[in-house]
């Protein structure tokens, strides 16, 4: 289980950078920059859906935190897909 979220914290680190370098560029208009953070939007969005498909019901409603986590997991995707589609 360490290095799941040894994982996690490699891949996920480098993406919240790479949104926070890409976010002015996109507001001022420059196609790279939408192109990527609609594509981090995207991704973000897949990840409480993945988790769910590969965990199933029975250990994905038996820990309350975890429910708590994948449902900011889902407040934060709906969020950057509204932000990053806006235009």
Same mark, same amino acid.
């Given at each position: 289980?360490?290095?799941?979220?040894?994982?996690?914290?490699?891949?996920? #680190?480098? &993406?919240?950078y790479?949104? !926070?370098?890409?976010?002015?560029?996109?507001?001022s208009?420059? +196609?790279?920059?939408?192109?990527?953070?609609?594509? #981090?939007? &995207? +991704?973000?969005? =897949?990840?409480p859906?993945?988790?769910?498909?590969?965990?199933?019901?029975?250990?994905?409603?038996? $820990?309350?935190?975890?429910?708590l986590?994948? $449902?900011? =997991?889902? !407040?934060?995707?709906?969020? &950057? &897909?509204?932000?990053?589609?806006?235009?």
């Amino acid at each position: 289980m360490l290095l799941n979220h040894i994982l996690v914290g490699v891949l996920l #680190i480098p &993406l919240g950078y790479l949104t !926070i370098y890409a976010a002015p560029h996109a507001v001022s208009g420059a +196609s790279w920059a939408q192109v990527v953070v609609r594509t #981090i939007a &995207l +991704s973000v969005a =897949t990840l409480p859906v993945a988790l769910f498909a590969l965990m199933g019901t029975r250990y994905y409603f038996a $820990a309350p935190l975890f429910v708590l986590g994948a $449902a900011l =997991t889902v !407040i934060v995707a709906v969020t &950057l &897909l509204v932000v990053a589609f806006a235009r």
